[in-house]
């Protein structure tokens, strides 16, 4: 079982991954994948530097930690997120399994494990993810913050 600290050391990973990302002028967001109290899977947005609006962060782990344990069924990993998935990658949770969700900010525009939409947890889909949301949000939410600043600058 988890412990309050160890989901905020795997969140710090996480927020280095967002912090290449970010470095890479990308959304700031990032991912880790646990299993059994090792990181097996890291992501960072590649959206832009690949040309795939499924590259996120949270896919980018979801595969790799797939590959790593040779099996498209995550039985036993944790996912670490900076920000509140998406419905895409909400839902590529619930196919592969995951038994545990950790995310740092919510997405009130598009956040899929209960702000906007609860895939979830929804009782119409064959898996339910657990969900603990929230894990250094303030961190999490200020590389976001930063960056579209810098963004909106760069624009005006």
Known sequence: MMT?????????????????????GEVPVGAVAVRDGVIIAR?????ETRCDPTAHAEMIA???????????RLVGVTLYCTLEPCAMC????VHA????LVYGA?????????SVLNLTA??????????????LAEEAGAILARFFARLRA???
Do not use: C, I
Not at 43 to 47: A, I
Not at 62 to 72: D, Y
Not at 90 to 93: C, G, I, K, R, T
């Open 43 to 47: 992501g960072h947005n590649l959206r």
């Open 90 to 93: 909400a839902a590529a949770m």
């Open 4 to 24: 309050v600290s160890d989901d905020e050391r795997y969140m710090r990973e996480a927020l280095q991954e967002a912090l290449r990302a970010f470095d890479k």
């Open 62 to 72: 979801l595969q790799q930690a797939s590959r790593v344990l040779g099996g498209w």
């Open 97 to 100: 399994r995951l038994p545990r």
């Open 154 to 156: 760069t624009t005006e």
């Open 122 to 135: 929804s009782p119409l889909l064959n898996h339910r993810v657990d969900v603990t949301g929230g894990v």
């Open 106 to 114: 919510p997405d009130p525009k598009a956040g899929a494990a209960g």
